[in-house]
């Protein structure tokens, strides 16, 4: 890589609680060897167009920094290019740039930038748009939507969390739709559906970004106590061993509901989606910069998940 493009989100957390000049002051290392770094804060409605113009450009990589959100539109627009992505976690949950080595600590994640390898990974798709991580609706889709009204609460994050939580546990409830699952079709009753590229581990880390298939979780504990408890396990890794919660690999899935629209989060972002909701896989499709292995590697996924007979 001769010459990278650095997109920063002017409103991600990192850059928010440190300010743009320390974080340019450590992107200063991604210039040894000679390489070209051209680095630009971007507002948040500009960062699509700054990234579409990006994945045109004679720039080879293009490195972001944001959430998971940022990271979607990036992987979106470099797949199929030859272009490489590179991530920063700045944001909240930054569950891509994880997988991808990236520590949350500035120069920490400049330094596994600056040593990292090129190295083809899988994205997923709903309704052919291409997604990094995981897509959600019922009560996930339900506390995305709690989660951005209460952005900004005067009592801070973590109590706007909670009172999001609390607005989503009021809002879900069980509902029935027909899932295909690599065209095996069953109806269901559940209060939320979880699709995620490749399979998550127990510490919410993929042991794979290459598998080439999707993970299909349902949570058909409608009660309130069940749903808090689906919640819990979602946030601590203790899904697999929720009886409520069954898990099933796929390579594609499609999802039904007599509703035309269903509230969707994707990669952290919400989107009210027209139903029916059509996942697939697109194998090897994004060249990312992936940093230098942990030390202490990450736990397997246990593989007894089977789709539905």
């Not at 600056?114 to 339900?142: M, Y």
């Not at 099933?248 to 969707?264: D, E, K, N």
């Amino acid at each position: 890589m001769r010459r990278i493009l650095v997109l920063l989100n002017a409103r991600a957390g990192t850059l928010v609680d440190h300010g743009p000049e320390p974080v340019r002051a450590a992107l200063g290392a991604l210039g040894a060897g000679g390489r070209q770094v051209d680095i630009h804060v971007v507002a948040p409605k500009a960062m699509p167009a700054a990234i579409a113009e990006a994945a045109r450009s004679s720039h080879d990589a293009l490195v972001v920094g944001g959430g998971d959100g940022s990271a979607n539109l990036a992987a979106s627009a470099l797949a199929g290019t030859g272009k490489v992505l590179g991530v920063l976690p700045f944001g909240t949950m930054n569950l891509f740039a994880r997988d991808l080595r990236m520590p949350a600590d500035i120069d920490e994640a400049v330094a596994a930038l600056a040593a990292a390898t090129p190295q083809e990974v899988d994205l997923a798709t709903l309704c052919g748009r291409p997604f990094h991580s995981l897509s959600g609706i019922g009560f996930f889709s339900q506390m995305a939507r709690a989660r951005e009204e209460t952005r900004g609460h005067p009592l801070g994050r973590f109590l706007g969390v909670a009172v999001a939580a609390l607005r989503a546990l009021r809002r879900s409830g069980r509902f029935r739709f027909e899932v295909a699952v690599d065209g095996r079709r069953e109806t269901v009753d559940a209060v939320a559906v979880l699709v995620t590229n490749n399979r998550f581990g127990l510490d919410w880390r993929r042991p794979r970004l290459d598998e080439g298939l999707l993970e299909l979780h349902i949570a058909e504990d409608a009660g309130t106590l069940g749903l808090a408890r689906a919640g819990a396990d979602l946030l601590t890794g203790g899904w697999r061993d929720n009886p409520g919660i069954r898990s099933m690999t796929a390579t594609s899935v499609t999802i039904s509901h007599v509703r035309r629209r269903a509230w969707t989060t994707t990669d952290g972002e919400l989107v009210r989606a027209k139903m029916p909701l059509h996942y697939g896989v697109r194998p090897r499709a994004l060249t990312v910069l992936m940093g230098p292995p942990d030390e202490t590697p990450t736990p397997a996924v246990r593989t007894d998940a089977v789709a539905p007979a």
